[in-house]
Structures are given as structure tokens and as C-alpha cells.
């Protein structure tokens, strides 16, 4: 999990952004971890030859250009360092000789630094501050302050450093060497990074990119100088590195130790068609007891993540994007995260719609909870939320891993446990992405929070019931199944999305429906597809799915869209999507509804159901973490449980 804070200013910040802090738990070898520093460290980052070339061919349009392009460079110069490494500035006599787990970085001196330093600084000066002269200064000060005081060539570096042993082996080698060292030298406390502000989104994102290098170096770096062992003094300061944390220390044991890792052999896959179509559910035929709407109740994330924040939170491993060019990509100028826990947004919900539907939790028989993001393994999501709402027993309660396609697939089983229990169903989707993002732009740009629950019950008798068709896809290409990942151990274990796969998967899986809904015939119309009233898709990207529904013959006036303030919940993105229609008075009358799901694990799917608006339960809104949510019915009237103490594991266990 990488959560964000709220700083002081009320801000959103992602310290995963710019504090890089790498799960070495999940790298097995150099490979892996230089891949890993490839794609995050070196693909967007200058050289000091690249940025000079930049300088003398005239190629910077404003300070704000050369800002970023050092802050990047530096980054990549530490690249190891603050991955790998805390850097502890010791008394040579006192540093151990022989301990394995102490280094000293060897280093080759940066023969053409000074030239390269002072053509960055001149061009600087020349060139036309961006938006803010005063904040721009204080950027370059801190980052110029790092780059003039480097001492070494960075292209060259080892990842993994000498021990002092191996050092001393070695006579030619270079080390950094401090003549005296201030242990109070200045630093800035991760609160005072939290809480950097700039009017400009650009320039605060610099800001902190600025802070951290500095960090980086917590002497006095002008005095730096190079020195082989034999030129060391007894009180001369050396810095030595130490393994960040345990996971580093035991992948720096693993690869020391020359173990290779498992390789996994896959075998090159031809997906085969099914034997025969596997055709939509027409549900009035296929099944008895009828699936009755009967309340829709939504909790979105208190706090709005618009475009700008996404912006002022820019990791040094990101391509420059303004906020404009995010909503021109995604169709999304806002997403909504929360402080709460997923099983909180899903608990509020499920209270709120099941007061909606004036039915009491006893009468409840299933719970489905729809959701790739739950942090729940035991109990499961849905069997907590039972016990949360005070159920004794219910006939099942199910976590649903459908992703993107939560709605259809939560739908269809619901319908499935109506014919075995004839009593209210509760299906609840629900997603928290914001804490499992990481510094991977795409999700970054895409996933928000929130919550839906709706209560599916048993029609009157003779009734027709609300959903008219359902349909279920799975598969495909390796590629497509593999399109967004979550945990990905080669991006930190983040949620990854790959997007020309994403689409691929989309416009299959949208053609196969449009297809379907053609041949199925209407009531009063020759195909059930001229019968609707209106398309709520998965708000999976506005642009992606206006152009694909273009292709697919549906024109823009029949999609309802709420992404621009929502962004994409997955599971949760249809019920919310619907919730919003009624809001927005889209929905004014029971309208017959098309609803298609499509996503991670190339899932897919569809209802085709009648949204009557009066089932819109009254909004839930979020306070901070620890506030009673506003709207939000009275929790179930259950007896409180004891906590469990070690005697009571005593007489459970007979010990």
C-alpha cells in the first residue's frame, strides 16, 4: 500500500511520487532491479552531456525546462543511492573494515563537471522565467547546489557498492571524503516536504523533487572531495552506506551470493473460440424468481483529486503533462479518493441501501461484494460486511473478482441466489485504488474511490422484474488478460495498466455486445438494441470509449458519462454512473437501461435492465476519518462483542 496525506495546507500529496522507496521483496536478481531502474531512473532522464548539448543548441524555452531536466538528472544520479542505501557520514577510525554490511561507493571523477556547471548556470540567467520568477529561484538554488557539487561521473555506477573490505583491496579506488562533517547540517522533515505549495502545479511538484535531493546530501557538500584509502585520516569523514531495510539487505545477500532465480517456461497459447456461442442470459425465461431493483444507495471518496493535483504531485519518472492534456486523454478532470478503509465505504452503503428499500437486515439472505481492491483475504470483504450488519447467517456471502466488469457479474450471481433463497439479495461494489497507485502515471491519471450497494429482491408474483438480459465474458489473448496488473512485482507491485492491450480487450468485447443486443429481438421493435433508452458504460476512459461506441455505431447522445468528476471505480463505476444519471435528472422515468462492463483480467459483460429513479437512495457523505458520514441510517441493532483476551484463547485451545 502506498497511501497519500493530506497535508497541512489541505492538499493531496503522494510521497510515493518522489520518496522512492522500492519493494526489494519482489526482485530476485540485478536484471530485475535494473529494469526496474531503466524504466523509473534512466528512460525519462538527461545525462549532464545530454543537458549541455541541450544548453549550447539553444533547445530550453524557459528556466522551467532546465529545472525539470536537472531535477530528473539528479535523480538518476542517485538512482542506487536512494533506492538501495542510507548514507551515514562516519569517522574513518570508526568505520567497521570488515562487517558485510557496511560499503563505500567507489567513484571516477567528473572530468568535464565544471564546464557542463557552468553552462547550466549561465543559461539559467538568460533564460525567461516560466510562471514565477521568486519560486523558480528557489528551485534552481537548492537543485544547482546539488548538481555544481558533484564530484563524480554517474554513468558508470554500480548498484551494488564495495564493502570497506573490498575498498581497501582496491588502491586506486575513489571514495567521498569530508574533511569535517556538522551532524545538525540542515535537512528538510518530511512534513516540510508534505507541505511545499506553489501557486503553479508545475513548480510545486519541482519544489519537492528539489527537497529531496537535498536530502540526499546532508553535509556540507562544497567540501566534498574524492580520495583514495591511503589519503583518508583517521578524523577524516567518509560516507559510508548502509542497506535502506531489511528487504534490501536480503536482496543485496541473495545477489552477492550469485542465486538464480526460478525461471517460468510459458508455452506460446493460440486462444480457441468456444465450442458454440456462449449466449447472453435472458433472465424472464431462464429463471423463476424475478430480480426486483429495489434501492441503489452510493458513497463516493470525500476528497476531490483533480487534474491539478495530479500535477503538483508529478514523479521524477513521469513525461511533462499539464492538466488540460490529462482531461483531453482520459475525459477525466477529477477523481475522488477517500481516508477511509474499503471495508468503510462499502459498510455505509449497504446501510443506507438497505434503509432505502425499507427492508431490515434479517431479511437479507446473500451478500456479494464486486471488487479487485479489497485488503481483506479472511475473512473476505462480503463475510465481514455480514457481520458488520449484524447477520447471523446468511445463504452465502462472496467476494466477486470481476474488476472492471463488478456490475454484470455481481448481477448474474445475484439473480443465481434469488432462485435458492427467495429473499432480498445485497450486492455491493465497491473500490479503493488511491493507496495502491504508486508513482504509475496511467492509474494515477485514471482510478478513484467509492462504493455502491444495491438490493436485489424477489419480484411480485407475475411481475417481469427489472433485468431483461445478462451476459458474462471472460479471456482472451494472454496479452489482454495481462493488460492491467495488480500486484505487478516489475512496477513495485502497483496497479499497472497497459493501454493499447486495454483498448484491444474493449473494442472486442463492446463489438461482441453491440452484436448481441442486434440479434436479440425487441418487444415492440425488431432488435432489443433500438429498445434502449440509454448506455451507462464502465467509466473506464471518455475518449477510449467515444471513439470505440463511434465504431460500434452508438453515438455520443445515447452514452451517459460521469468520469470528469468520478474518474474510473471499476466495480463501482456503473452503480455510481447510474446513481449520477438520476441526479442529473438524465434518468427522470423507469428508463431501460444498457449497461457494459469491460476490464483487468479481460473480464467483460452487460445487463440490460429497467433503472426506475425512486430506487436512488439519499447520498452518503464521507467526514474525516473518525466522523459519523452524513446521511448515513443507523447501523444494525446488534449486541456489542467482546474483545478476545489471551484467557479466552487459553479455554477455547484447553491450555
Keep these: 500500500m502506498k497511501p497519500f496525506v493530506v497535508n497541512t495546507h489541505g492538499r493531496l500529496v503522494f510521497p510515493a511520487n518522489f520518496s522512492p522507496d522500492l519493494d526489494f521483496s519482489v526482485l530476485d536478481s540485478l536484471e530485475q532491479f535494473g529494469a526496474v531502474i531503466g524504466r523509473d531512473f534512466e528512460s525519462k532522464a538527461p545525462t549532464g552531456t545530454d543537458i549541455l548539448a541541450r544548453v549550447e543548441a539553444g533547445a530550453y524555452p524557459s528556466r522551467f525546462e532546465l529545472l525539470r531536466d536537472l531535477g530528473q538528472n539528479m535523480f538518476w544520479v542517485n538512482r542506487y543511492s536512494m533506492t538501495m542505501y542510507d548514507k551515514r557520514p562516519t569517522r574513518w577510525r570508526d568505520v567497521p573494515r570488515h562487517r558485510p554490511d557496511v560499503f563505500l561507493p567507489v567513484l571516477t571523477p567528473w572530468v568535464d563537471g565544471d564546464r557542463k556547471v557552468a553552462a547550466v548556470e549561465q543559461a539559467y540567467r538568460e533564460l525567461p522565467a516560466a510562471w514565477d520568477e521568486t519560486a523558480e529561484d528557489a528551485v534552481f538554488n537548492l537543485l544547482f547546489d546539488v548538481f555544481r557539487n558533484r564530484r563524480h561521473h554517474a554513468t558508470e555506477l554500480p548498484a551494488i557498492k564495495p564493502t570497506v573490505a573490498e575498498f581497501l583491496r582496491t588502491p586506486?579506488?575513489?571514495?567521498?571524503?569530508?574533511?569535517?562533517?556538522?551532524?545538525?547540517?540542515?535537512?528538510?522533515?518530511?512534513?516540510?516536504?508534505?507541505?511545499?505549495?506553489a501557486a503553479v502545479p508545475e513548480l510545486e511538484a519541482l519544489t519537492r523533487w528539489a527537497m529531496v535531493l537535498h536530502n540526499q546530501y546532508p553535509w556540507d557538500r562544497s567540501k566534498t572531495e574524492l580520495r583514495p584509502a591511503s589519503e583518508i585520516g583517521d578524523d577524516d569523514i567518509v560516507i559510508a552506506f548502509h542497506p535502506r531495510t531489511r528487504e534490501v539487505s536480503a536482496f543485496l545477500d541473495r545477489v552477492r551470493a550469485g542465486r538464480v532465480p526460478a525461471q517460468r517456461?510459458?508455452?506460446?497459447?493460440?486462444?480457441?473460440?468456444?465450442?458454440?456461442?456462449?449466449?447472453?442470459?435472458k433472465v424472464r425465461e431462464a429463471f423463476t424468481v424475478q430480480p426486483k431493483l429495489e434501492a441503489l444507495a452510493i458513497v463516493r471518496g470525500e476528497l476531490v483529486c483533480d487534474n491539478s493535483d495530479v500535477v503538483?504531485?508529478?514523479?521524477?519518472?513521469?513525461?511533462?503533462?499539464?492538466?488540460?492534456?490529462?482531461?483531453?486523454?482520459?475525459?477525466?478532470?477529477?477523481?475522488?479518493?477517500?481516508?477511509?478503509?474499503?471495508?468503510?465505504?462499502?459498510?455505509?452503503?449497504?446501510?443506507a441501501a438497505i434503509a432505502h428499500s425499507g427492508r431490515s437486515t434479517d431479511e437479507i439472505g446473500a451478500v456479494l461484494v464486486a471488487t479487485c481492491t479489497s485488503d481483506r483475504l479472511i475473512p473476505s470483504l462480503s463475510t465481514w460486511l455480514s457481520g458488520e450488519l449484524g447477520l447471523l447467517q446468511t445463504h452465502c456471502s462472496a467476494d466477486i473478482i470481476a474488476a472492471c466488469a463488478g456490475l454484470p457479474y455481481g448481477l448474474a450471481e445475484a439473480v443465481r441466489q434469488l432462485q435458492e433463497v427467495e429473499r432480498p439479495v445485497l450486492l455491493v461494489c465497491v473500490e479503493k485504488f488511491s493507496d495502491k497507485i504508486g508513482s504509475v502515471r496511467t492509474s494515477r491519471m485514471i482510478f478513484g474511490d467509492g462504493a455502491a450497494a444495491i438490493v436485489v429482491a424477489p419480484a411480485a408474483e407475475g411481475s417481469a422484474g427489472d433485468v431483461d438480459i445478462l451476459q458474462t465474458y471472460a479471456s482472451g489473448p494472454p496479452e489482454?488478460?495481462?493488460?492491467?496488473?495488480?500486484?505487478?512485482?516489475?512496477?513495485?507491485?502497483?496497479?499497472?495498466?497497459?493501454?493499447?492491450?486495454?483498448?484491444?480487450?474493449?473494442?472486442?468485447?463492446?463489438?461482441?455486445?453491440i452484436g448481441e443486443l442486434g440479434e436479440l429481438p425487441g418487444e415492440t421493435s425488431d432488435t432489443l438494441l433500438e429498445e434502449i433508452d440509454l448506455i451507462v458504460p464502465h467509466q473506464a476512459n471518455k475518449t477510449m470509449i467515444l471513439q470505440l461506441a463511434e465504431k460500434a455505431g452508438l453515438s455520443a447522445d445515447q452514452l451517459y458519462f460521469d468520469i470528469e468528476t468520478m474518474g474510473n471505480v471499476s466495480a463501482a463505476s456503473i452503480p455510481i454512473a447510474l446513481f449520477d444519471a438520476v441526479r442529473d435528472k438524465v434518468i427522470t422515468a423507469p428508463m431501460r437501461v444498457f449497461a457494459p462492463g469491460f476490464g483487468a483480467g479481460a473480464v467483460g459483460g452487460y445487463a440490460v435492465m429497467t433503472v426506475d429513479p425512486s430506487i436512488v437512495a439519499p447520498e452518503?457523505?464521507?467526514?474525516?476519518?473518525?466522523?459519523?458520514?452524513?446521511?448515513?441510517?443507523?447501523?444494525?441493532?446488534?449486541?456489542?462483542?467482546?474483545?478476545t483476551t489471551s484467557d479466552d484463547v487459553h479455554v477455547a485451545f484447553g491450555v
Excluded: C
Design 172 to 197: 586506486d579506488a575513489l571514495t567521498f571524503v569530508l574533511p569535517q562533517h556538522d551532524p545538525d547540517y540542515p535537512v528538510f522533515t518530511t512534513q516540510e516536504i508534505h507541505d511545499a505549495e
Design 312 to 351: 503538483r504531485n508529478t514523479s521524477f519518472s513521469w513525461s511533462p503533462m499539464s492538466a488540460a492534456e490529462i482531461s483531453a486523454k482520459t475525459g477525466i478532470d477529477q477523481r475522488r479518493y477517500t481516508q477511509h478503509d474499503i471495508g468503510e465505504l462499502a459498510l455505509e452503503a449497504a446501510k
Design 620 to 643: 452518503v457523505v464521507l467526514g474525516g476519518v473518525g466522523e459519523r458520514p452524513a446521511g448515513s441510517p443507523d447501523a444494525a441493532d446488534v449486541p456489542p462483542i467482546p474483545g
Design 480 to 513: 489482454q488478460v495481462n493488460s492491467i496488473i495488480w500486484p505487478n512485482p516489475e512496477f513495485d507491485n502497483d496497479i499497472t495498466v497497459y493501454g493499447p492491450e486495454v483498448k484491444a480487450l474493449v473494442a472486442r468485447y463492446l463489438a461482441q455486445m
Design 265 to 281: 517456461t510459458a508455452s506460446p497459447v493460440v486462444p480457441k473460440a468456444p465450442v458454440r456461442p456462449l449466449t447472453p442470459v
